[in-house]
């Protein structure tokens, strides 16, 4: 029990302290607009990657269907705070988009989620893609495809940094609760852990709704600092984007999503200034990783600072 509240504590101080570091670089124009723009592209990034995870890594399913709820999320934040263009109305956004998500998520996924494999990623694909084509088929309401502009800038990176944590903190206590064991448990042997008594259906569509409401949250707040909105912001190539971040983190390790997420980013950030071949570095980044990594930077470990300070104490 003390070790485990030791290892709260650090984590929170170690949060604490990122949050002040971050704070004093921006404050005293270190880090410029551009460097916090690259800031938030991360932790939306780590939100939606985390949310791909869950699903892909701890369930073993096979989603591509992200960047659909993600627009739920960004439509109805874009459409509800030029009605209420308050903080007020931004968070009640959030709020709606992530229980429209998650219906959304609980419908298509009783029927879906018992396909497996490449037939789930198409079914899944096939969710966002009704999801995007609503959009533009959406009349006024959604401006078609123009998309949605003016849009009020309601996201910071302090709101981003709150969220990213506070999703991080309930994504991994949701592993380690009960439900977390059944969804690993599905993953490892479905049929095993159906014999054991778990329902599988009932713990992949929640793990999936889980997942589709994060997305939601992350698309509320990529509409809050963009501040424009349109539908082909969200193909399948957005949800292939957070795929990549998930597998190379490593599936089954949400630190590992984390850290993937930062040093793609700064990687992009850096490869910025060769725009001819920036996709090609880029891809052949991540192809040394997965030769020398094939299981992705962390595999299914998680990073635990318990375990580092038992080692400082021990010698």
């Known amino acids: 029990?003390?070790?485990?509240?030791?290892?709260?504590?650090?984590?929170?101080?170690?949060?604490?302290?990122?949050?002040?570091?971050?704070?004093?670089?921006?404050?005293s124009g270190i880090l410029g607009p551009y460097y916090v723009q690259i800031l938030m592209g991360i932790g939306i990034a780590i939100i939606m990657a985390m949310g791909t995870n869950l699903v892909l890594g701890f369930s073993g399913q096979f989603p591509l269907?992200?960047?659909?709820f993600m627009a739920v999320g960004a439509y109805v934040t874009a459409i509800l705070t030029k009605q209420i263009p308050t903080y007020f109305g931004f968070y009640m956004s959030m709020l709606v988009g992530v229980m429209i998500a998650g219906l959304i998520a609980i419908i298509v996924g009783f029927p879906t989620l018992r396909l497996k494999g490449d037939y789930l990623a198409i079914a899944t694909l096939g969710v966002a893609e009704i999801i995007r084509i609503a959009i533009i088929n959406g009349g006024e309401v959604t401006n078609g495809a123009a998309g949605?502009?003016?849009i009020l800038q309601y996201t910071s990176w302090p709101i981003v940094y709150a969220f990213v944590v506070l999703i991080a903190v309930l994504m991994l206590n949701f592993i380690r609760s009960a439900v977390g064991r059944h969804v690993i448990s599905v993953r490892e042997d479905e049929i095993a852990a159906e014999s054991m008594g778990v329902n599988t259906t009932k713990v992949k569509v929640l793990t999936f709704a889980f997942a589709a409401m994060t997305a939601s949250i992350a698309g509320s707040l990529y509409v809050g600092y963009i501040g424009t909105v349109v539908p082909k912001d969200f193909t399948v190539m957005r949800s292939i984007d957070?795929?990549?971040?998930?597998?190379?983190g490593g599936l089954g390790s949400m630190?590992?999503?984390i850290v993937a997420a930062v040093v793609l980013g700064i990687l992009n950030m850096y490869l910025q200034n060769f725009?001819?071949?920036r996709m090609i570095i880029y891809s052949l980044a991540l192809i040394l990783v997965m030769v020398?990594?094939?299981?992705?930077?962390?595999g299914?470990?998680?990073?635990?600072?318990?375990?580092?300070?038992?080692?400082?104490?021990?010698?």
Do not use: H
């Open 65 to 68: 269907g992200q960047a659909g």
């Open 242 to 248: 957070y795929l990549i971040i998930a597998v190379l």
């Open 275 to 277: 725009s001819d071949i």
């Open 255 to 257: 630190t590992g999503t």
């Open 148 to 150: 949605l502009t003016g």
């Open 1 to 27: 029990m003390k070790k485990q509240l030791r290892s709260i504590l650090t984590w929170t101080a170690g949060l604490v302290l990122l949050y002040i570091i971050l704070s004093i670089l921006i404050g």
């Open 300 to 315: 299914t470990k998680e990073l635990q600072l318990s375990v580092l300070l038992s080692k400082k104490g021990g010698s």
């Open 292 to 298: 020398f990594r094939p299981g992705g930077l962390l």
